[in-house]
């Protein structure tokens, strides 16, 4: 079959209306049904195929053979049609086998001893937000908590100040954000405004980096300078590339999961009642959270070579999208894949990917959003939602960037 001659027309993936709207859950069934592998043409001129089943997810993901990462992980975010400018260089956008070789560098910054250090960090300052909230009788969380997670782990791993990374988790929010007009002016050409957001983001690590080439420590910048691969050394684009990508790799994923697991809790308060009577549901919550937010919607994959799937013939050069939140919709392997439930066992979903680039910030991912929930439940505060909550403009990151609560 051809992109010509699908049975589905008029969904666009790329209409950010339609998540701000909260209509793909629906748009997915619709595809996974009629449509698995589409052909999706945006309104923004990009043209790209959307897998949607777990199975054709899989398949890409573990497909590394005809699937490439250079193209980068936003469809449209590079000004080429070619390889991002980071392509080879920063981790999630570099093919074997020098990928292999950069994940063997930072891999021991994301340790379960980092981990277990994250962890103490995070509960530190949850336990502070939480304070300050029973104090003042409310919150955004989205502001006021969720963000705690990512700064905490920041100071581990990057061994920066609490101000310092909420600094740099205000520019990576600034960056994953940058089509919703609160945090940015909306107008020109996207893509410019993500290259000068980008810069703004190495401007940060250009300073430290220079500080801990005079006094190195045990953090990953220190790491990422002494390393060497292949025989040489990282250049300092390298340096910079790879400490973007932990930066915005964990700072809005983790934070963002939170957001949207409580307000998944909160609109189905049996559940949340369940984990609160019932702590050592702690671990399946967490994974069941992450299934339901798939906060990172897709990532992009380019067609090495031709290749078959489905009736559906992808050509060479094609732009590939793996859609985690359809595919961790899918009936086929999540019975009653449409129902919140923290029990839920087996739960493989897909939102940290799966083969090769599969999330090496997920033992730090599981132990801020274990902490955060833990937390939350033993506090015993009780929240109402006080006002709207509002979703970040993007199809790429399902993010929640408003979300009042008054303590009840
Ligand atoms: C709930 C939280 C998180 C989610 C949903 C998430 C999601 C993902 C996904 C889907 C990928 C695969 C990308 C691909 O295949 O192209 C990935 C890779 C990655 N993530 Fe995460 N992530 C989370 C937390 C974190 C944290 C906390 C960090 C760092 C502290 C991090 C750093 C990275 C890095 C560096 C990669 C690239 C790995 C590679 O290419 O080998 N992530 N993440």
Request: proline residues 3%; hydrophobic residues 40%; contains cysteine.
């Given at each position: 079959m051809s992109p010509q001659t699908q049975a589905v027309t008029g969904i666009d993936l790329t209409d950010l209306d339609l998540f701000a709207r909260g209509e793909h859950t629906a748009a997915f069934a619709t595809l996974r049904a009629e449509q698995p592998i589409y052909w999706n043409e945006g309104a923004d001129g990009s043209r790209f195929w959307a897998l949607t089943t777990y199975d054709d997810v899989m398949w890409a993901y573990r497909n590394h053979e005809n699937f490439s990462s250079g193209r980068g992980a936003i469809v449209g975010g590079s000004f080429r049609s070619e390889d991002d400018t980071s392509a080879g260089r920063m981790l999630v956008t570099t093919d074997l086998p020098r990928h292999r070789m950069l994940k063997q560098v930072i891999h021991p910054s994301m340790s379960p001893g980092v981990a277990k250090r994250v962890a103490k960090q995070v509960t530190e300052l949850v336990a502070k937000a939480l304070e300050r909230v029973r104090a003042t009788g409310g919150c955004d969380f989205s502001t006021d908590i969720a963000p705690e997670l990512p700064a905490g782990a920041l100071m581990v791993i990057m061994g920066i100040s609490h101000e310092e990374a909420h600094h740099l988790i205000g520019l990576t929010r600034r960056m994953v954000?940058?089509?919703?007009?609160?945090?940015?002016?909306?107008?020109?050409?996207?893509?410019?405004?993500?290259?000068?957001?980008?810069?703004?983001?190495?401007?940060?690590?250009?300073?430290?980096?220079?500080?801990?080439?005079?006094?190195?420590?045990?953090?990953?910048?220190?790491?990422?300078?002494?390393?060497?691969?292949?025989?040489?050394?990282?250049?300092e684009e390298e340096i910079f590339y790879n400490c973007m990508n932990v930066a915005v790799g964990g700072n809005e994923t983790s934070s963002y999961t939170?957001?949207?697991?409580?307000?998944?809790?909160?609109?189905?308060?049996?559940?949340?009642?369940?984990?609160?009577?019932?702590?050592?549901?702690?671990?399946?919550?967490?994974?069941?959270?992450?299934?339901?937010?798939?906060?990172?919607?897709?990532?992009?994959?380019?067609?090495?070579?031709?290749?078959?799937?489905?009736?559906?013939?992808?050509?060479?050069g094609d732009s590939?999208?793996?859609?985690?939140?359809?595919?961790?919709?899918?009936?086929?392997?999540?019975?009653?894949?449409?129902?919140?439930?923290?029990?839920?066992?087996?739960?493989?979903?897909?939102?940290?990917?799966?083969?090769?680039?599969?999330?090496?910030?997920?033992?730090?991912?599981?132990?801020?959003?274990?902490?955060?929930?833990?937390?939350?439940?033993?506090?015993?505060?009780?929240?109402?939602?006080?006002?709207?909550?509002?979703?970040?403009?993007?199809?790429?990151?399902?993010?929640?960037?408003?979300?009042?609560l008054e303590v009840v």
């Open positions: 954000g940058y089509r919703d007009e609160i945090f940015v002016d909306t107008g020109g050409d996207a893509r410019l405004r993500l290259a000068w957001l980008q810069a703004e983001v190495f401007e940060f690590f250009s300073d430290i980096v220079a500080e801990r080439r005079r006094n190195p420590g045990d953090d990953l910048i220190s790491t990422l300078l002494e390393a060497e691969v292949n025989g040489r050394r990282l250049n939170a957001c949207t697991g409580l307000v998944a809790l909160m609109d189905h308060p049996e559940q949340y009642q369940r984990l609160r009577e019932t702590p050592q549901l702690l671990g399946s919550a967490v994974e069941e959270i992450l299934r339901w937010s798939s906060t990172n919607a897709y990532v992009q994959r380019a067609a090495k070579h031709d290749v078959t799937r489905g009736g559906i013939e992808i050509k060479a590939v999208t793996l859609w985690n939140y359809s595919a961790n919709r899918d009936e086929a392997q999540f019975p009653d894949a449409h129902l919140f439930d923290i029990a839920r066992t087996p739960n493989r979903h897909l939102t940290y990917g799966s083969g090769l680039h599969r999330c090496i910030g997920a033992p730090i991912a599981q132990a801020e959003l274990a902490l955060v929930f833990e937390q939350i439940m033993a506090s015993g505060l009780t929240f109402k939602i006080a006002g709207e909550v509002r979703r970040l403009r993007s199809n790429f990151l399902l993010g929640i960037t408003r979300l009042p």
